[in-house]
């Protein structure tokens, strides 16, 4: 989304001010909501329709008819394609293309505010029709909010709700004692379960065939303590089932070379690897702090 915004009469209001502060965030979010919808404030409100990936946002006070408050919406889109392609917009990577739109912007401002009323292709009648058809989604800042919060990773999803890759950008909890202790025990075991199974590889073909599958489990061991390590220290989707296919591979393995390990070291590996699985779960995501520049 390329913000572009014309400005508003009544620049001292300050929740004027304070609904232009929100136009950019309600820009990231509007992805996540139906094509026409209506933010609501105290005597602002925010409207917003979307159409071939652009969208229009416009803020309004709260006694205006809706169905004005999408006129304007409506003929501001007639103005935009008639001005752009759709080629101009897909190719557009910052707004600057779009600056002589101002100018657009503001004489259609001044048709409303002086007519009161559509100024092009759409009669109010029309969209009163079509809204009672598809009505506007109504929705609150909070839930703007909340929509961007999950869709940049910050915010933990509702149960049942899902979450879309956000790996990137994503920030977790600091690493705790425990938690710097259970990387330290699993680079031992990894360290260990690199030197036996190189150790092992050594004689495999020369002396026994049947070890081969010995150096497997060695070396597939190895493999998951990194991973364990790599899921304690880096935010992944699909933490929960890949903490646990690691710790159930590293018991398998563990389990198949009884006969190369006593009971002591086979516990000992199979508990790094279980509080490695609880740090991993318990270690979230960190809170998104509040940010007001724009």
Request: charged share 15%.
């Amino acid at each position: 989304m390329l913000p572009r915004h014309s400005s508003t009469d009544f620049e001292h209001n300050p929740e004027l001010q304070e609904r232009k502060h929100q136009l950019r965030t309600i820009s990231k979010a509007l992805a996540r909501f139906p094509n026409r919808g209506t933010v609501k404030g105290q005597q602002l409100d925010v409207y917003f329709s979307s159409s071939e990936g652009v969208s229009y946002m416009t803020v309004c006070h709260c006694s205006l008819p809706v169905a004005k408050a999408f006129c304007f919406l409506e003929d501001l889109r007639w103005e935009f394609t008639a001005c752009f392609s759709s080629a101009d917009v897909s190719l557009a990577v910052r707004p600057y293309p779009f600056l002589e739109f101002d100018s657009t912007i503001q004489k259609l401002k001044q048709q409303y505010n002086q007519h009161g009323g559509p100024a092009l292709e759409v009669t109010l009648a029309e969209v009163q029709d079509d809204l009672k058809i598809h009505p506007p989604q109504v929705v609150t800042f909070e839930e703007v909010e909340l929509s961007n919060g999950i869709g940049n990773g910050h915010v933990e999803p509702a149960s049942g709700s899902v979450l879309i890759d956000a790996g990137q950008n994503v920030r977790l909890e600091p690493v705790t004692a425990p938690g710097v202790l259970s990387l330290v025990l699993n680079i031992v075991c990894a360290s260990l379960n690199l030197i036996r199974g190189v150790h092992l590889f050594e004689y495999t073909f020369q002396d026994d065939n049947d070890s081969f599958w010995n150096v497997v489990a060695f070396f597939l061991a190895f493999v998951c303590c990194i991973c364990q390590c790599h899921l304690y220290v880096f935010h992944s989707s699909l933490k929960k089932q890949k903490s646990f296919v690691l710790l159930s591979v590293i018991v398998l393995c563990n389990v198949y070379l009884l006969g190369l390990r006593n009971w002591w070291q086979l516990l000992f590996h199979i508990s790094v690897s279980s509080l490695s699985t609880v740090l991993i779960l318990s270690r979230r995501l960190q809170d998104k702090v509040n940010d007001c520049g724009v």
